[in-house]
């Protein structure tokens, strides 16, 4: 096995000793029936390319262990699970639905999937080899390495169109139809996205300079932190003020100011992009999706992911077949 594939999911499978087999233009690694049965499915487009989609449930915490020195990274966009990401001298990070990127530490480290949880994400494990690649020759070629993705923050990578190419990526590997080089499409799209999501000095900085103070400012991050802890379930608008240590006119002006949009329509936002995952789901409806989402309506529903994402849910899930 070469230095690329030890990271890679295939790692687990010869670990797990999982059945392997050809699966389109890749390999699927399929867990035991008597693990809950499940699978990951992965695809090699490229020299240090990886694109992974999974479904399963282990009856036995299961871990994969990395080790290399190639600086590299991966993409993950979790619909269900929590997986754990641990490395020696740090704690802990739990990674639960909506997208991460985890950094190579270049030290050992683990993803550990627990006992008797269903998890279900799409995984893209992208060395600089890969992307130094498309790069090289490339004159107005713009800032993306894994040096440059230490600086990437949620808020760069967690948007309606990281979503929904991470989204295109799911149902490509799973569909198993794409050729090898749509996937290297796909990933420098996601990169780009990402890298344009990420200007080095926001425009909004100086502005809302004069309204929000450096204290202020961590008080509203927490409040940020509060609504996506469970954005489907957001705290009243008192339980936030209390947390902020701020009246709600003073709360609203300052979110607004930091984050460019009012909390409302951040709750909405954020909501709809967890409606995408949970469209992935076949064996929800859209009313059961849109109740999920705090509406009660389902037209009012429709309404608010198409404002959000361009199409209407059902448009969504017809462009996966599903």
């Not at 950094?103 to 130094?132: A, E």
């Not at 090289?136 to 993306?144: G, H, T």
């Not at 008192?238 to 460019?260: G, H, P, V, W």
Request: net charge positive; glycine share 4%; with cysteine.
């Amino acid at each position: 096995m070469d230095e690329y594939s030890k990271a890679s999911w295939r790692g687990l499978a010869k670990n797990y000793n999982l059945k392997t087999r050809e699966y389109g233009k890749g390999h699927i690694y399929d867990f035991p029936p008597n693990w809950t049965n499940g699978w990951i499915a992965e695809m090699h487009p490229a020299n240090g390319l990886f694109v992974a989609s999974s479904w399963f449930t282990p009856n036995q915490d299961i871990v994969h262990t990395v080790n290399t020195i190639k600086p590299c990274m991966w993409i993950l966009c979790v619909d269900n699970g929590d997986i754990v990401y641990t490395e020696q001298g740090k704690k802990a990070t739990h990674l639960k639905p909506f997208n991460h990127i985890i950094i190579n530490p270049q030290k050992k480290f683990k993803f550990t999937f627990k006992k008797d949880t269903h998890y279900c994400f799409t995984s893209v494990l992208v060395y600089d080899d890969f992307i130094n690649d498309f790069l090289k020759d490339r004159k107005d070629a713009p800032k993306i390495n894994i040096e440059a993705a230490r600086e990437w923050k949620s808020k760069n990578y967690n948007t309606p169109d990281t979503m929904l190419i991470m989204e295109q990526i799911r149902w490509s590997v799973r569909n198993a139809d794409m050729p090898l080089l749509g996937f290297e499409g796909m990933v420098l799209h996601l990169l780009s996205c990402i890298t344009r999501n990420y200007p080095e000095i926001p425009k909004r900085r100086s502005a809302r300079r004069h309204y929000v103070t450096w204290e202020n400012e961590q008080k509203i991050y927490r409040v940020k932190v509060r609504l996506d802890e469970d954005i489907l379930h957001p705290p009243s608008i008192q339980e936030l003020c209390r947390l902020a240590d701020m009246s709600e006119s003073k709360l609203r002006l300052s979110f607004r100011n930091i984050y460019d949009k009012p909390i409302y329509e951040y709750i909405r936002t954020e909501s709809m992009k967890r409606a995408m995952q949970l469209l992935g789901d076949d064996h929800l409806s859209i009313r059961d999706i849109a109740e999920m989402c705090g509406y009660k309506n389902a037209a009012k529903f429709a309404a608010a992911f198409k404002d959000v994402h361009g199409i209407t849910p059902s448009e969504f899930r017809k462009s996966f077949n599903l």
